[in-house]
């Protein structure tokens, strides 16, 4: 496991199989379990706490008995969440399935991120667990994928269970990303150090602060350009905000929803991109960047005059560009 942590014990998805009903050889590392586990429902046709969601973290390893096992009711898109006691970056999940001949983790799709949106579910994917051998133990590796929350999510159109056994999780605590903070007008904004293409940068502001910058008017943009001028860390020549041009058209707007009342572009050397950044070199310039050059970006957190405006990715279920 290299540097990894064993960061709490609970379900997982497969591609080494084992003999079970034993415990992985990886659960002798003397890590205290951590986390606190939810799930959609309760199976209620045990008696009370013998489904509880708890039990796939309890550091059990009795794959034949269905009562150290969590399971919900029979329902629509069953899910189980963990929420870990930090942010860390998953190298390996593993999981010792339920002897059954039922397949209850066929389909089941693992996800890690930090937000809470439809329950955690739609964070981005690390996997989909696809015929899980009965009693055996599987591991799947999800590369340093970083998170608050690990979910075990059964999309389906039919009613179903989610039957979970004992997991373990494994990884190491994900430093944060430099930073500098300042007020703003009736808002704060900060600076990130850490470089994503754009709308990996929009995840990350929409999971840790409010969105991707929003400039409203000549106050603002001095603040900013004052921020970025004492900023403690090395900055790429351009910044992400949260601008954004029309798909078809080329009317500009903000993803935060406010109107966009003052800009201040650079008209010198534009490129066709529908993504917008400010200089970090000079001062009070936009320019249109391509998306998925990685740059450092700007968040914020306060009230806006308008409604977010909603950002779907296709890749949202993986890293959303290459690093």
């Not at 080494?16 to 002798?28: D, G, I, Q």
């Not at 606190?36 to 309760?42: D, K, L, P, R, Y």
């Not at 603002?220 to 910044?239: C, N, Y």
């Amino acid at each position: 496991m290299g540097s990894s942590r064993l960061i709490c014990s609970f379900i997982g998805v497969l591609i080494h199989l084992r003999e079970s009903p034993r415990c992985s050889a990886a659960s002798s590392i003397d890590v205290p379990l951590r986390g606190a586990a939810v799930q959609s429902s309760t199976y209620s046709g045990r008696s009370a706490g013998h489904a509880s969601a708890g039990l796939a973290i309890d550091g059990s390893c009795s794959p034949a008995l269905r009562d150290s096992c969590a399971a919900t009711n029979y329902t629509v898109n069953p899910w189980w969440r963990l929420q870990l006691d930090g942010v860390y970056r998953v190298s390996v999940i593993e999981i010792t399935n339920m002897h059954s001949t039922r397949k209850w983790l066929d389909g089941v799709e693992i996800h890690i991120g930090n937000s809470l949106v439809n329950n955690g579910n739609d964070n981005p994917r690390c996997a989909i667990i696809h015929d899980v051998p009965d009693g055996l133990t599987q591991t799947v590796h999800c590369w340093g994928m970083e998170g608050v929350y690990v979910n075990f999510y059964k999309p389906t159109t039919n009613t179903t269970f989610l039957v979970l056994c004992e997991v373990k999780v494994y990884g190491e605590l994900a430093p944060p990303p430099p930073s500098i903070s300042t007020p703003g007008v009736g808002m704060n904004v900060t600076l990130v150090g850490k470089r994503l293409c754009w709308s990996d940068a929009l995840f990350y502001c929409r999971d840790y602060h409010w969105d991707l910058l929003t400039l409203r008017g000549p106050a603002e943009q001095e603040i900013v350009d004052d921020l970025v001028a004492r900023a403690p860390f090395p900055l790429t020549s351009h910044l992400w905000v949260g601008l954004r041009r029309s798909i078809l058209g080329s009317s500009w707007f903000w993803m935060s929803g406010d109107p966009m009342d003052f800009t201040q572009w650079d008209e010198a050397s534009q490129e066709p991109s529908p993504c917008g950044g400010i200089s970090s070199k000079e001062r009070s310039a936009w320019r249109q960047r391509f998306c998925g050059e990685h740059l450092n970006f700007i968040c914020f957190t306060g009230p806006t005059g308008g409604k977010k405006v909603r950002f779907f990715s296709t890749t949202r279920v993986k890293p959303t560009c290459k690093n």
